[in-house]
């Protein structure tokens, strides 16, 4: 099939399988060796059409990727990757749902958008090691009725660094009930804890994902290369993308994840809270809360060493947080330890209280 032909055939434009072609995600049958003119198979359809659907429904091309690679071998694999994709795509239109009320609230307007707030509590452990390799705990992780946070110091007071950004999001004053404003009081406090690491700890820095839960939404800011990740009904969702080098090189298509995982430079960081310039512009987000939903927040010494599909098993396993916090540590140190690794794991409990 020509290129005109083949993109009929899989209502992909002849510039686009042009750009698939440079990615690798979707290469010619053959390449005419002196026009340059490209030629696909009729077998190819179906894998243009995955690709089509992919990015109708707004699938980075790292994840498109993806599932094309285990559409073949493992479509049950592929299938919950769609699936994790969409929970994102609700996730990020409950924020922007809720944040245009706040808008039309603040504006004098009806916002015509009211939803029933349940409020619950949470039940949560946080848990820090050191690791079998490094000599001090540049770590700290927090868990509380209402914060939850980890932080992963850096440098030679890299301990000092993540314990003042700790203390800068726990005095997180209480924030009225609008969306927006409890964003803006997290990014204050996340640009308050840059400015009192620069002060403390000069030469050093850390990451820093929190999250404040209201009773019924979470409102996370991230910095770095740590992690969160909602478990609902049975899967689980990364909610955080790594401030790194490398996975800015997997989000334009350039890097697998696989590739990712054992790159030289995946530890290399594009934002930390340092105290340099004007300090970095945190991931901000809104996350509606059920009961019966497990939040992860982590390090990367726990999800750089630990494939997820382990995280997901340990988070499922039914254990209390506790417990289960402890078994995701011992899920690092079983692969050698090689770097302090904290974790923050929270239930939303259920009405009555219990989980």
Known sequence: MTIGEFARASRLSAKALRRYDELGLLPPARVDAYTGYRYYAGAQVERARLVAWLRRIGMPLAGVRDVCALHGTDPGAAARAVRAHWARVEAETAERRDLAASLLDRLGGTTGMTTTVRPHALLAAALSE??????????????GPRLLAVADGYGPAGDLAAAVALAAVEGLPAPGGRAGDLLNALEDAVRRADAEVGAAAPGSGTTLTAGVWTGSRLALAHVGDGRAYLLRDGALVRLTRDHTAVQARVDAGELAPAEAAAHPDRALLLRALDGAGDGPAPDLSLHEGRPGDRWLLCTDGLSAVVPE????AALAAGTGPDGTARALLALADGRGGPDNASCVVADVLPPGGTP
């Open 130 to 143: 050191r690791g079998r390799v490094r000599e001090t705990q540049q770590d700290r992780a927090h868990a």
């Open 309 to 312: 599909a382990e995280l997901h």
